[in-house]
């Protein structure tokens, strides 16, 4: 299985932080978002993995190649630990960068890497979105999918006033936490929300998927949502969606950000750095 990393979009939610650097590079804790997203992927098993970029997002691509100046640079000094650090960096995965040319949505994001996933499965997970939980959010939708052989994706219990903010998902729950899905509506109302169960940005699609993707107009915000593909594919066969358990980062709001900075800083080897300085302000 192959995964899909959409991180083309310019960040508006987070400007101006984000207006010449990625939102995807913001730091959490010692390393970038998106490397977060790569090792949730790799531990979920996927080696290989397009990142859909955007021109204006060379940053990220850089992170994930070898820099042989840098390199050259810490073995003289003899800073060995963090030059072994950083060729882990270089070998997280088979990394290719594809180039969104224009800002059409996720849904056109997804598209752009079909010559990519060729005709098989593959996971989706959004760039800008930390999930913890154990198994992480990707390996427990892999699981999932060859258990279903269908396409799944992952929800969480959502609040009457965030509906605006998500893709909204009805149907029929199958077992516990896991619903058949029959409806998915891209940011409703509460009065339109058919149901509390946000979308969270993580995904394992069967391949069928692009065509579906190819008929969808634009929907909400004028873009190509891929919500509206999910309920086209969804209204044709099966499609399963999966409560996760664990939790999810949105580095785009500063809430999420700062709060992603201090429960992770504390499961870290940076814990008591944090507590010594939180324990001084």
Known sequence: MKAVIPAAGFGTRFLPLTKAQPKEMLPVVNKPTIQWVVEEAVDAGIKDIAIITGKHKQAIENHFKPIEKLEIALEKAGKLDELKEIRQINNLANIEFIIQEE???????ILCAEEFVENSPFAVLLGDTICTGNPNCTKGLVNMFKERQTSVFSVEKIKAEETIRYGVISGQEVEKDVMLVDDLVEK????????????????VFTPELFEHQ???????GGELQLTDAMRSLAKKGKMFSWTFSGKRYDIGTMRDWFQSHLELSFNSDYSQILKEVIGKL
């Open 103 to 109: 800002q059409k949505g996720l849904g056109h994001a």
């Open 188 to 203: 409703p109302s509460i009065n339109e929300a058919p149901s509390l169960l946000g979308i969270q940005g993580r995904y």
């Open 214 to 220: 190819k008929n969808v107009v634009k929907g909400a």
